[in-house]
């Protein structure tokens, strides 16, 4: 399988619930990141690793935990949500970090918080 | 801070009806421009990147172009497959990506 790979495409949580988005990279790029999309807004930057290391959190709240054991693989862990949570998660990688180049997207989990 | 605007937000075109989507900018130290399509419930396609003023880039019925705060994706005879939201992206000083709002379109056969 060739690209970035996301699971699962939909996921239906209630507020109390605990679960993880996953996210894997084919392309071996060293940099993955995590972007919000909610409905007419842009798409908005949560976090950013590179070589697994975190090297930014777009003030994201606490109640998402991001993960990244290794180059190709990032995971979102979710707990005690809102329903404003609900939103189309993104999983993105480049290259490398800061140089000029495009971002990689995958197909996004489409979350629903009741 | 790095701003990204796009207009219009929806276009409705019939087929073979040429048009502009417009995305305008305001960022200290450009490093690129990216032109994304999104198709929906998907992530966004890259389509182009632009570097510098004056550069176009072309694919099939779509053609970006660059100024010092602009860029346009002229679609020519567009076709219903095309339909899609449009997404423009800059990259700036702080190497981050900011994008804008996107543009709808929808192109009617």
């Known amino acids: 399988e060739t690209g970035v790979t996301q699971t699962p495409r939909h996921l239906v949580m209630g507020m109390t619930n605990k679960k993880s988005l996953k996210c894997e990279q084919h392309l071996g790029h060293n940099a993955m990141y995590w972007y919000k999309q909610s409905a007419k807004k842009p798409l908005e930057l949560m976090f950013v690793?590179?070589?697994?290391?975190?090297?930014e959190n777009n003030s994201v709240p606490s109640r998402f935990s991001p993960e990244c054991p290794n180059s190709s693989h990032l995971f979102l862990h979710l707990h005690t949500l809102q329903p404003e949570d609900s939103a189309l998660y993104l999983c993105?990688?480049?290259?490398?970090?800061?140089?000029?180049?495009?971002?990689?997207f995958g197909s996004g989990t489409q979350l629903s918080v009741l | 801070e790095d701003q990204v605007t796009q207009s219009p937000e929806a276009l409705r075109l019939q087929e073979g009806e040429s048009s502009s989507l417009n995305c305008s900018y305001t960022?200290?130290?450009?490093?690129?421009l990216f032109w994304y399509r999104q198709d929906p419930g998907k992530g966004p396609e890259f389509l182009f990147t632009l570097y510098s003023a004056g550069e176009e880039k072309e694919k099939e019925r779509l053609k970006a172009t660059l100024t010092k705060k602009e860029s346009f994706l002229h679609i020519t005879a567009p076709k219903p497959e095309d339909s899609a939201t449009y997404l423009c992206?800059?990259?700036?000083?702080?190497?981050?990506?900011?994008f804008g709002p996107g543009t709808r379109l929808s192109v009617l056969p």
């Open positions: 993105a990688s480049s290259q490398d970090l800061g140089k000029r180049e495009k971002l990689f």
């Open positions: 690793y590179n070589f697994k290391e975190q090297t």
């Open positions: 960022v200290s130290g450009l490093r690129g």
């Open positions: 992206a800059v990259q700036a000083g702080g190497q981050n990506f900011v």
